[in-house]
């Protein structure tokens, strides 16, 4: 992934209009985490920068949409007759899905707690 993104490093700062861009595993005090998808994270410099209670409120509505989304695919998949009329394809691929959404979910509560760090 970090190949990838080292190629796409202008193009990125020039859409976010930063002033830098850096991979890193240290993350500097004051940055945000952005769940990007499960494999991908970015974290922002943002203290000073934004309302981290708004932040907060937007990402707890976030979190709530995976949350539903989960649930969905969990009822889809629990359904009475889905192991028997649901190609073995599908099946593998619906519990990729929610595997991909748990991986979300979990770096969204690390990214909420993040900024609820910053709020103190």
Request: hydrophobic share 40%; charged share 35%.
């Amino acid at each position: 992934a970090k190949k990838v993104l080292d190629s796409y490093s202008d193009f990125i700062r020039v859409l976010t209009n930063a002033e830098e861009i850096g991979f890193t595993k240290d993350i500097p005090a004051g940055c945000v985490l952005t769940v990007v998808n499960d494999d991908v994270n970015a974290h922002v410099l943002l203290k000073g920068v934004i309302d981290f209670e708004k932040e907060v409120v937007k990402m707890e509505k976030s979190r709530q949409g995976i949350e539903n989304k989960i649930s969905s695919q969990e009822k889809k998949m629990n359904a009475k007759d889905y192991a028997s009329k649901v190609p073995e394809a599908v099946q593998s691929a619906d519990k990729e899905k929610i595997e991909s959404l748990r991986i979300e979910l979990s770096e969204m509560d690390k990214a909420i707690e993040g900024i609820k760090k910053m709020l103190i």
